[in-house]
């Protein structure tokens, strides 16, 4: 069982997706995302598998949650920075979001 301070652990932010391509080099379908998390953390980048509920120029603009303070992961020839945070739903994953347009890099809590 994880506890209270193992939650606190888990830095979660809200970033603006800025640019977002398909990703060529996965075995499993994914994206490249490019995401502003504000002055404090700045740009991030993330692998996202991500493509059955979402098209690239959807992505663009859209607010998402993610772990900013885990290591760097490579996967194939990128470098991910960041984990974008979604649920394993019926049809694919399905990103978590704020309700209303917050600002870049604002913390869950």
């Not at 859209?62 to 490579?74: D, E, G, H, S």
């Amino acid at each position: 069982m994880a506890n209270i301070e193992d939650f606190m652990k888990l830095d979660i932010r809200v970033g603006t997706i800025k640019s977002a391509v398909v990703f060529e080099a996965t075995k499993k379908p994914a994206y490249q995302l490019t995401i502003d998390f504000g002055d404090e953390i700045g740009i991030k980048k993330s692998s996202a598998q991500i493509t059955d509920h979402y098209k690239v120029e959807d992505l663009i603009g859209k607010q998402i949650l993610a772990v900013v303070n885990f290591p760097p992961r490579q996967i194939a020839n990128f470098m991910s920075e960041v984990l974008v945070l979604g649920t394993y739903s019926e049809g694919g994953v399905v990103l978590i979001k704020p309700d209303f347009e917050v600002a870049e890099g604002d913390k869950l809590g």
